[in-house]
């Protein structure tokens, strides 16, 4: 079972930037995927990035060019840096973590997730 704690949300202005930060326990850290997800009232979680345990990354095409994904297996900490916020990117952003497995194709997700930050980004 994993447990997961993000951090750094807050209200910025467009044009500006937040990193968030997510620890990850009970798990080995170091194999795990972990991946950005965010939320609207209303609609359902969207992956906004991942980052394998070999540092591939995906990013979806609205953040792509501006947002990074990175990770320190020394600290079990997942990390979003995001730069040139817009309104659109106002969201509940949360993290996850999960395996690739091989024999299925995809990623296997564990089904926790943690509280969620807060991102406001204003006009």
């Known amino acids: 079972q994993v447990h997961l704690v993000e951090s750094g949300g807050g209200v910025v202005q467009a044009g500006g930037s937040l990193t968030l930060s997510c620890v990850s326990s009970g798990t080995d850290f170091s194999k795990d995927t972990m991946a950005w997800y965010r939320q609207t009232p209303g609609n359902q979680r969207e992956l906004v990035a991942l980052l394998s345990n070999t540092f591939s990354t995906e990013y979806s095409d609205s953040v792509k060019g501006r947002f990074t994904i990175t990770r320190d297996n020394a600290k079990s900490t997942v990390h979003l840096r995001m730069s040139s916020l817009k309104p659109e990117d106002t969201a509940a952003y949360y993290c996850?973590?999960?395996?690739?497995?091989?024999?299925?194709?995809?990623?296997?997700?564990?089904?926790?997730w943690g509280q969620g930050t807060q991102v406001t980004v204003s006009s």
């Open positions: 996850r973590a999960g395996n690739w497995a091989r024999v299925l194709g995809s990623y296997i997700w564990y089904t926790d």
